[in-house]
């Protein structure tokens, strides 16, 4: 028995973007599986879009439909990888020429091994079952590192040249596909990876499981022929007649308003690169022979939605533990905005770190003035000041080593009348602080 469970935290899917074969799909596994229709569609349309990269693009640049794509979900209940795994069998059958499918990263080099050098197009797609191993593969030291995904996103040919060993890759047509949990996504990462560009070469979907199943069921075999079998005659025809779409003028003029409306912000980053490779596996799935204004009206609404899951899904980079929860705190305590010490304890994953590393960042942070607290019965609430009513204080440098922290919201003062009995004073910080300070801290 289905049974719905929770609430989505999430920016709602634009479920319009699923069509034609990822439809029928999406649509027969998810009545027997948990796994989100969104993490279904984008697993489908990454091993389809890697199969007929070679011979189907728009009229412009970087548009043909390859992705790095990734599903996100908040813990193992969201069966994360079990949509890659449901899409990955299904293109093993279908058997797409020439398409190859990589289990796992054992590492850059290795990879760039794998791509080899072809005459002919290649298309291959790197499938993980968890996206924290690539993040960590390519942030050793004197590995090939990030560099090498990033040239073959945009192109098919990479060299690399090393003292005792070359690496060459020639007509290699890559995709990715992998799953994270949040907690994971958010912290795997490192400022190599943001310092390059790596997240905006990642096609992101983020959900939370919306029903329970009991007993995850076969799916209909006679359905799942005919899937097989459709998807084996779509990509048949279209490498015997490649395609190379253009666009409608309403649909051209539907794009240009929404190009105009683009933001500054780094979650806007290659939005258009991901506009076009949507646009011409969307033409694919939908049987048309242009780019129609329903087209680019169902990749729009997506691609409002991937600037949403963007912001939401921000890796934190930091260098150290205490920089890394600080940067936590400012992404689940706004500015302006006031929360239970519980509460954002459990949203910062604060045990992974450690109630140490917490109380640390908070004290920095009442320090630098981000953060205030006040007691309201047995509770703790901290409030995220806003940058324009952070207050001044007239009193003399000084600095919290550190904040008292206890299993419960309670403050337990040896001495309510000092402020020693809050702040733990270490060998180099100043204990000059007057009263208006302490009364706020108090």
Not at 301 to 329: C, G, K, S, T, W
Not at 349 to 371: C, H, P, S
Request: glycine fraction near 6%.
């Amino acid at each position: 028995m289905n049974k719905t469970a929770i609430e989505t935290s999430f920016p709602v899917f634009p479920s319009r973007i699923i069509e034609g074969p990822a439809r029928k799909f999406v649509d027969l596994f998810s009545p027997i599986r948990e796994t989100p229709s969104a993490f279904l569609w984008l697993s489908f349309v990454t091993y389809l879009g890697n199969a007929i990269s070679p011979y189907v693009r728009l009229d412009s640049a970087s548009s043909e439909p390859r992705f790095y794509g990734v599903v996100i979900g908040k813990s193992g209940r969201t069966r994360k990888s079990a949509g890659n795994n449901l899409a990955r069998d299904l293109f093993r059958k279908v058997g797409a020429k020439d398409q190859r499918i990589v289990e796992g990263f054992g590492s850059a080099e290795g990879t760039l091994v794998m791509l080899g050098e072809n005459i002919l197009p290649k298309p291959a797609i790197i499938h993980l079952d968890e996206m924290n191993i690539l993040a960590s593969k390519t942030d050793i030291s004197g590995s090939v590192g990030v560099a090498a995904l990033h040239q073959l996103f945009e192109n098919h040919d990479y060299d690399h040249q090393l003292a005792h060993s070359n690496y060459t890759v020639r007509n290699a047509y890559l995709s990715v596909i992998g799953a994270s949990t949040l907690e994971d996504f958010t912290k795997a990462w490192s400022s190599k990876h943001k310092d390059t560009g790596f997240f905006s070469r990642l096609l992101l979907v983020a959900a939370d499981t919306d029903k329970r199943i009991h007993r995850p069921l076969d799916p209909d075999s006679g359905k799942l022929t005919e899937i097989i079998d459709e998807v084996k005659a779509l990509v048949s025809s279209v490498i015997t007649q490649p395609k190379v779409f253009t666009m409608d003028p309403d649909a051209d003029e539907t794009w240009k308003k929404f190009y105009d409306s683009f933001g500054d912000g780094a979650e806007w980053n290659r939005i258009d690169t991901y506009g076009f490779r949507l646009m011409a596996i969307q033409a694919v799935l939908r049987g048309e022979n242009s780019i129609t204004k329903g087209n680019v009206q169902q990749v729009v609404d997506f691609l409002h939605y991937e600037v949403a899951i963007r912001e939401i899904v921000n890796p934190v980079i930091a260098e150290n533990p205490v920089a890394q929860m600080e940067e936590l705190i400012r992404i689940h305590l706004p500015e302006g905005m006031t929360m239970r010490k519980r509460e954002l304890q459990r949203k910062t994953n604060y045990q992974r770190l450690g109630i140490e590393i917490f109380d640390r960042a908070i004290g920095n942070m009442v320090k630098n003035e981000e953060i205030t607290f006040a007691k309201e019965g047995k509770s703790i609430l901290y409030s995220r000041t806003k940058l324009e009513d952070a207050p001044e204080f007239d009193f003399d440098e000084m600095v919290i080593c550190d904040v008292i922290g206890s299993e419960d919201d309670n403050l337990m003062f040896e001495n309510p009348n000092e402020i020693e009995a809050f702040i733990d004073y270490g060998d180099d910080c100043l204990q000059s602080l007057d009263q208006s300070a302490a009364d706020m801290i108090m």
